[in-house]
């Protein structure tokens, strides 16, 4: 559910016309809606109720200051996978106590910066990671909490560039040798192991891989505390997916997460964290965008927005699909027509669709991406300098401009020319 809804016939966000804000900052741009992103938040927050847990917002999936805020206020945590994002998470107000750091790379700097601000625990990813950590915070004089990220070797069925919790991923460590890894770690003077960590992958419809990787971490917790390590938290990664079409999709909602994670971990008395990243703000997001040209094509109708796959990249990157719709609402029972939905970026890939029903558009009409709040912004680029889209955040009837795009100045005057010439 979410609160993008036609009123009125016009789409809305929230109690705000997307037309009217459309108007007031110019296309294309992103909006987000405060009331869904709380009640996606709420929703993990209620399903992992009567356990001791903490819901860490995976930021990657959208990390504008307002949208941290907004969340931290309402209690979730941060999972922070780069020293830019733990810079973002603090100057949002985040603790550094409801910080986690995940991440297969993390340097020296970021581990030194993490530990000097304040960080729940480090989800470790290596052994060589671990030596490293140790180092730092010996130079520190300090002990950092860590979980050893393990890789269950279960196939999440999805798309191949999401999935990371199959051996042949680059992720964590196989849980074959986590007795070994744990009592590496142990040995470490600078390290306290506090927990397990767990995440195998993105956009997951079913609840059976969590379920059969939950039931591998719950196994380990057992033979780890056996060992004699005190395995007190679990973190359980993020990954529930989203419907992106508004017609067949049923993924299985946080509540059913919820249930099956007292089942598979609820008698360990572990506290419990969670990373969703793409539940909490993807439907929480629209990206809006004009309607430049209508060109007739050879057999088909090209659809030429003034948005481009530098603005919203997933469905060049892995072809997938958004919902795009009119802002004006169609009068119902309009014949619907096919389009090719493109961008103006020189590229064939630029290509938002193909053949998809729509109905009928012209030039100057405003669409909507539904679905885009997540893993939208964030990986927008300048490519072909383009400014980077503003993105606004709507709360009830009021509007924010959260990031304004930059002019052409701002951007060609980051470059430097050297002396030379
Ligand atoms: N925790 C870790 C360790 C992760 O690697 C990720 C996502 C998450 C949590 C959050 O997963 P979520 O709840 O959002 O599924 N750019 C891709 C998605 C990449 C996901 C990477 N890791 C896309 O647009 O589909």
Known sequence: ??????????????????????????????????????????????????????????????????????????????????????????AAGVPGDRIVFSGVGKTHA???????????????????????LNEVALSLGVKAPVTVRVNPDVDAKTHAKIATGKSENKFGIPISRAKEVYAHAARLPGLDVVGIDVHIGSQLTDLEPFRLAYRKVAALTEALRADGHNIRRLDLGGGLGIPYTR???????????????????????????????????????????????????????????????????????????????????????????????????????????????????????????????????????EYNTRPLIPEVLVNGHQFAVIRARPSFDEIINRDTIPEWL
Do not use: W
């Open 110 to 132: 970021e581990m030194r910066a993490a530990l000097e601000g304040g960080i729940r625990q480090f989800n470790l990813e290596s052994e060589p990671e671990m030596e490293r």
């Open 1 to 90: 559910m979410d609160h993008f809804l036609y009123k009125d016939g016009a789409l809305h966000a929230e109690d705000v016309p997307v037309a009217e804000i459309a108007a007031a900052v110019g296309t294309p741009f992103y909006v987000y809606s405060t009331a869904t992103l709380l009640r996606h938040f709420r929703l993990f927050d209620e399903a992992l109720a009567g356990m001791d847990h903490l819901v860490c917002f995976a930021m990657k999936a959208a990390s504008n200051q307002a949208i941290l805020k907004t969340l931290a206020q309402a209690g979730a945590g941060m999972d922070v996978v780069s020293g830019g994002e733990y810079a973002r998470a603090k």
């Open 247 to 381: 017609s067949n999709e049923a993924p299985p909602l946080p509540l059913d997460y919820g249930t099956m994670i007292r089942e598979e971990l609820g008698h360990l008395g572990c506290e419990i964290e969670i990373e969703p990243g793409r539940l909490i703000a993807g439907n929480a997001g629209l990206l809006v965008s004009d309607v430049v040209y209508v060109k007739s094509g050879e057999g088909r109708d090209f659809l030429i927005l003034d948005a481009a796959m530098n603005d919203l990249v997933r469905p060049a990157m892995y072809d997938a699909h958004h919902d795009i719709i009119p802002v004006v609402e169609p009068a119902s029972g309009v014949e619907q027509r096919p389009y090719d939905i493109v961008g103006p970026v020189c590229e064939t890939g630029d290509t938002f669709a193909k053949q998809r029903m729509m109905p009928p558009v012209q030039a100057g009409d405003l669409v909507a991406f539904r679905s885009a709040g997540a893993y939208g912004a964030v990986m927008a680029s």
